[in-house]
């Protein structure tokens, strides 16, 4: 995969661009040190992924993440940051962005999230994560609501029991003997059902219920 770093730091940059550089299949493109650079460097380089820092000079990351989504809806956006606030992380899924990780996140766990953008999944860095379901807990218990697991059929609960650990549709297909694009069918419905759009909430959903350990 094609990464175009982006972060107002220089050093920030050539540290990431070290270790992604050694990691096998990902090859570092291009940089940028805000967000109007950043959108240049990804008309002309067309990368698979931009690694972008939410808060620059001149234009953020999220504003950035936006204007890149909307010219190049193919381009993968991924924020690293310093941020665990729920707000920007809500703004940078917003603005489009596939992933939200940590630069105190390690090289594996940062390598590890841009596979899985790549591979067509949302990638949150695990501290983020624990915080987003403690805070979705809280607000059902406040607003009391009722389960909906009820309307999802066993099938549609096994999988969604598979996703929220994190499983590919690959790897569900071959866990459940189901082709990917049935697996991909039985998805749709349950995003439909749950009313969620996307498998992040999906997986936050059936963590919030006690699917995981049910």
Known sequence: MRILL?????LVRGILARFLSQAEGIQV?????????????ARKL????VLMDIRMPVSNGIEATQRIKEEMPGVKMVA??????????AEAFKSGAEGYMLKSATPEELIAGLRQVWGGETALSSSVAARVFRELRQESSRRGVLSTVRHLSPREVEILRLVAEGASNKEIGARLSL???TVRNHMHHVLGKLQVRNRMQAALF?????LLSS
């Open 6 to 10: 982006v972060d107002d730091h220089a």
């Open 29 to 41: 493109v291009g940089e940028a040190g805000n967000g109007e650079e950043a959108l240049v460097a």
């Open 46 to 49: 067309q990368p698979d992924i």
């Open 80 to 89: 690293l940051t310093v941020s665990e606030d729920m707000g920007d992380l």
């Open 179 to 181: 082709s990917e694009s």
């Open 206 to 210: 059936a963590e919030s219920r006690g």
